[in-house]
């Protein structure tokens, strides 16, 4: 009987959201005439929350959890109660269920280059890119602020806005932040965590919040990474000078190694009269001739930097030494195997015995002393 179907409708009511999806925030719950039955059971997961909106207003928040919804622990007039309007009740009621989760995974990027001035190369444009994770803190803020009536709000609609937050806040805190660009890789976890706890004040208002915030890469202008890479090439070849001859030799050697190359004969022929005119100023035999002055003979090397040493004693210290005074020590008793020696570039004190310029002075031995 449809009546009776009807009534058995009114008392018989389950209320509950399994999320299927990976980005819907938002979810309403559908129900004919938007009426919530007298004693209809609430079911709010973990990583869920519901907001009760009567009449147009938020009633209520549920957290995870089982609910009984009656008029003895709700502010909502059921439909039972009203018996005069044919069980239609004229206070109509919704429930949204939000999604408390972490919505993870989510990319930003700077849309432009963001500019600041470097300490070590001045004015320089730099872009970034990486991932954001972000949750609802606050459903009836989030729910006033953003998302009103829309009966399925996904993460889509408002990812836009929060991207536009986060890259305003990264320029922000990159600029002041003063690091060198060659020194932000070493820093991207606590730039990330910087820029995470002042992008989570300012979504605060929204109801939103954003526990992670990654940074995968801060990159240069293409032009300004060649010149980087060109400097850098540049401190690993060292002596510039030797690498232009030893490039230029190598190019040679290759042209001329190369069949039927008009480029290999020429620098072959090149390289054959610069051997004979090189011949020629050495004169017959190799001798140079007389009327060549001879190349000045470079000066002699500098001495060598004799080490000098310091003894220590019972507690205290005494030097330096040059080695010929050790060696005197040593014939005196006065220097041991097992006395503590230290000179310049040493690490630390040694014995004596295991310094091998002094080791030398213990086991040199007199020669014998000539007959009487």
Avoid at 108 to 120: A, C, H, I, Q, S
Avoid at 264 to 274: D, E, L
Wanted: net charge negative; glycine share 10%; no cysteine.
């Amino acid at each position: 009987m449809p009546f009776f179907d009807f009534l058995s409708g009114e008392f018989i009511d389950v209320i509950h959201w399994v999320d299927d999806t990976r980005d819907t925030m938002v979810w309403r719950f559908e129900r004919q005439g938007h009426a919530i039955k007298y004693g209809a059971k609430l079911t709010v997961r973990e990583g869920q929350a519901a907001v009760f909106v009567h009449e147009g207003q938020i009633a209520d928040v549920f957290t995870p959890g089982l609910y009984m919804l009656e008029t003895n622990n709700m502010p909502v007039m059921t439909t039972l109660q009203h018996w005069d309007h044919g069980f239609r009740s004229p206070f109509k009621s919704e429930i949204y269920f939000i999604a408390t989760r972490r919505f993870t995974d989510l990319k930003w990027g700077t849309k432009n280059p963001v500019m600041l001035r470097d300490p070590e190369f001045g004015p320089v444009r730099l872009r970034a890119y990486g991932t954001y994770s972000v949750r609802v803190s606050d459903p009836a803020r989030f729910m006033t602020e953003i998302v009103g009536t829309d009966g399925e709000f996904t993460m889509d609609e408002i990812s836009f806005q929060v991207r536009n937050v986060i890259v305003q806040e990264f320029s922000r805190a990159v600029a002041a932040s003063g690091i060198p660009v060659l020194d932000m890789a070493a820093n991207t976890a606590d730039l990330g965590k910087l820029v995470a706890n002042e992008i989570s004040a300012t979504i605060a208002g929204y109801g939103l919040n954003l526990p992670e915030l990654y940074i995968e890469n801060i990159s240069l202008p293409p032009t300004v990474e060649a010149a980087l890479d060109k400097r850098t090439a540049m401190g690993m070849v060292g002596d510039l000078d030797r690498y232009t001859r030893y490039s230029a030799a190598e190019a040679m050697g290759t042209a001329a190694a190369t069949p039927n190359s008009g480029m290999g004969a020429g620098i072959g022929a090149g390289m054959g009269m610069a051997m004979g005119q090189t011949m020629a100023q050495a004169g017959p035999w190799g001798a140079r001739p007389a009327t060549q002055p001879a190349a000045p003979m470079a000066p002699p090397p500098p001495p060598p930097v004799e080490h000098v040493w310091h003894i220590a004693e019972n507690g205290q210290t005494s030097g330096p030494f040059s080695r010929a005074a050790m060696g005197r020590m040593v014939t005196e008793g006065r220097l041991t195997r097992q006395t503590h020696v230290w000179t310049q570039g040493q690490d630390g004190w040694l014995r004596a015995e295991d310094v091998t310029e002094l080791a030398q002075l213990f086991t040199v031995m007199p020669p014998p002393p000539p007959a009487a």
